[in-house]
């Protein structure tokens, strides 16, 4: 099965974060938000599916793929059974495992940082779609 988030870029997109990568609902970030890959979010934790929520708090392992018009990227993932998947803005991707209400994922093979350069100046463009395809 497999679910995708739609984001856009916003030219403060830097994803120089060492150990998360974030989407948002929010359509304005400062430049200090490193972690971000992605504003104007159709989803936040809290609106994942149902088998996906079920997958994540069983401890599964998710594929994820992002994708612009620049490229993709892809990396694996783990579920925790104490996520809370209760934030209605954001939905974050750790390296740790960390848990608030906003984590949808632990363990990450990758953070924003390592995201390739191409697919972030990409991302400095207000019009780019990023797909982030969670397969399970």
Do not use: W
């Not at 948002?24 to 609106?47: F, L, P, W, Y």
Request: hydrophobic fraction near 40%; proline fraction near 1%.
């Amino acid at each position: 099965m497999e679910e995708i988030i739609l984001a856009y870029g916003h030219e403060n997109i830097s994803a120089r974060h060492r150990t998360t990568m974030q989407v948002t609902k929010d359509g304005e970030i400062t430049r200090r938000a490193d972690c971000v890959i992605g504003v104007r979010a159709n989803k936040s934790a809290a609106d994942l599916s149902q088998d996906l929520r079920r997958h994540l708090l069983e401890g599964g392992e998710v594929e994820v793929e992002l994708v612009t018009f620049a490229g993709s990227f892809k990396f694996r993932a783990m579920g925790h059974r104490e996520l809370k998947l209760t934030n209605r803005v954001d939905a974050v991707i750790r390296k740790s495992t960390y848990v608030d209400d906003r984590t949808i994922l632990v363990k990450a093979e990758a953070s924003a940082r390592d995201i390739p350069r191409s697919v972030i100046r990409s991302l400095k463009r207000r019009e780019t779609i990023l797909r982030l395809i969670l397969v399970f």
